[in-house]
């Protein structure tokens, strides 16, 4: 039986540590069941306390070891509201660096601009100067940044340390109070629990013995009543049958008298119809045929014979009617006579029953009154469980601030990876500026193609000119010849810049990632500073070649 409970309840106890229960018990024979299930359930009630107490120890000694460590290893704290104020938003706020206006100056400082045409040059020495600048600028710039957020966020880890270690100790304090007064209220719970249910296993027995009575009575009782009711019903069905044979004797009777009082009745009203028949033919003289007269007699009989059949059926519903009547009106006073009997029967029951009732709301009552009791032990008890429940709501606390660390981490990488989506957007921004740039260089080719298509026209229309004509050609070929050069000259600076920027670049960029992560907003900036130059740059040299077709 005790090892029965142990299993059901999952309860599992060491033979080394605090509790020794040996897992089988040898009672002496002879003793009643009531005992044995008493000190079974005392015993199991008492391992269940020690267990209680033991796991508490362990768990105190735990977090005591483990505040130890906590306190031994760290040294300068940071509280925890330190980042309300406002002077840790000032120092923990990142300022943006003024690297636009730095690549700006440089860039500005190394560009050469001729007096003639006004163009912007850069040589290689300087281009590649330039982008060092930029890529160191933007190393240094990450690097700040990365120290800034690693010291705010080692405060903040500090400071949540030093809680949790406060936390831990008002714990301990709190628990080695708590420990004298839960070994006293253990104790006497204990007696108070021995001394109940030594009391509520006598009354236990007495209620048994009890009900058994109860039980033995409410059978005689039940076996009394069916015997006397199969009794009564066999006697009333015998009685019901011979009413049954009588009435049917009865209804034979009436149903010969019945019908050979309608022949009569029939056989003068046939008589009747045909003398009148024959009186109206004589007064009408009617002649009839030997056929028509033996199909009116044909007529004449089954009519009869119909009406003869009426009456039968007549007769007999108003006989089956009379005879079921007459049964109903038996079976109903019989039944009604048995319901009566019946019901003197369930009032006796009844009263029965009344007195089995108020006999076992005594004993609820009494049942009462104990299960009172054990709920002022299950109040206690429950005491105890709020103080560990307490010790878990401490535990989860210390898991919170884990997550929510964690989930800064995660919004810091989130912002990391907008960051990269933002830089990919612009670059895709520059190549559409890039694109728009080639398709300024051939709109620059249809224009030129269109001056040519109005020169022609014009030399056709000033062909009597001869001398203007020769001019007028010459100085077409002159313009057509420098504009090839200016061409030219333009697709071989197109084609070095492309080859200068791709040839340089490629290893610096690779100089660059190696070093540090630069942030995408400032590569973004650097670029769009290239290509706006470069779109200045291409649009002068369009308006100078214009300029001197005109």
């Known amino acids: 039986m005790f090892n029965a409970l142990q299993l059901v309840q999952g309860i599992k106890f060491d033979s080394d540590g605090l509790v020794n229960v040996p897992h089988v018990i040898m009672y002496p024979e002879g003793l009643p069941e009531v005992v044995l299930v008493h000190a079974e359930v005392v015993s199991l009630v008492q391992s269940l306390q020690l267990e209680m107490l033991a796991k508490l120890k362990g768990q105190v000694v735990k977090r005591m070891e483990f505040a130890v460590k906590e306190r031994s290893r760290m040294t300068d704290m940071v509280p925890m509201d330190l980042w309300k104020k406002q002077g840790i938003h000032e120092s923990a706020t990142i300022q943006e660096p003024p690297l636009s206006e730095n690549l700006i100056s440089e860039l500005l400082r190394n560009v050469q601009e001729k007096e003639d045409s006004n163009e912007l040059t850069i040589s290689k020495e300087a281009l590649l100067n330039y982008l060092q600048f930029t890529g160191n600028q933007c190393a240094r710039n990450n690097r700040d940044l990365h120290q800034r957020y690693s010291i705010f966020y080692e405060s903040l880890l500090s400071s949540s340390q030093k809680s949790m270690n406060k936390l831990e100790l008002e714990n301990s304090q709190l628990k080695t109070e708590l420990e004298g007064e839960k070994r006293a209220a253990n104790i006497k719970m204990m007696f108070e629990m ?76 046939r008589n009747r119809t045909f003398m009148e028949l024959l009186a109206i033919r004589e007064k009408l003289n009617i002649k009839q045929s030997p056929c028509e007269r033996e199909l009116s007699d044909e007529l004449v009989q089954t009519r009869n014979e119909f009406a003869e059949q009426e009456l039968k059926l007549k007769t007999m519903k108003a006989l089956e009617w009379w005879r079921r009547a ?92 907008m960051q990269e989506d933002k830089f990919q957007m612009d670059k895709l921004e520059l190549e559409q500026k890039l694109k728009l740039a080639q398709n300024s260089t051939v709109l620059a080719t249809t224009k030129f193609e269109e001056a040519s298509a109005n020169f022609n026209k014009n030399t056709r229309l000033l062909q009597q000119q001869l001398n203007e004509e020769k001019r007028y050609k010459k100085i077409a070929i002159d313009r057509s010849i420098n504009l090839q050069k200016t061409v030219e000259a333009y697709e071989r600076k197109l084609g070095m810049s492309s080859s200068l920027s791709l040839s340089h670049l490629l290893p610096l960029l690779a100089d660059i990632s190696t070093a540090q992560p630069v942030s995408p907003k400032k590569e973004v900036r650097t670029t769009r500073l290239l290509v706006s130059f470069y779109d200045m740059s291409v649009e002068g040299e369009v308006r100078a070649d214009e300029a001197g077709f005109k």
């Open 326 to 417: 007459t049964v109903k009106n038996s079976l109903t006073k019989q039944v009604n006579e048995l319901t009566f009997q019946l019901a003197n029967k369930k009032i006796k029951l009844i009263t029965m029953n009344r007195v089995g009732k108020e006999r076992f709301d005594q004993m609820d009552a009494l049942v009462k009154k104990l299960q009172e009791q054990l709920s002022s032990s299950e109040r206690e008890l429950h005491i105890l469980y709020q103080i560990s429940k307490k010790d878990f709501m401490l535990k989860n606390s210390y898991k919170q601030e884990l997550d929510k660390k964690l989930q800064v981490d995660a919004e810091m990488n989130k912002v990391r990876q």
């Open 194 to 269: 021995h001394e109940k249910l030594q009391m509520l296993l006598s009354e236990v027995v007495g209620f048994r013995a009890f009900l058994h009575h109860l039980i033995t009575d409410r059978r005689h009782q039940a076996k009394e009543i069916r015997e006397e009711v199969s009794r009564q019903f066999s006697q009333t069905a015998v009685n019901i049958f011979a009413f049954c044979y009588q009435q049917n004797s009865l209804f034979d009777t009436f149903r010969t008298r019945l019908y050979q009082q309608a022949t009569d009745q029939i056989a003068t009203i």
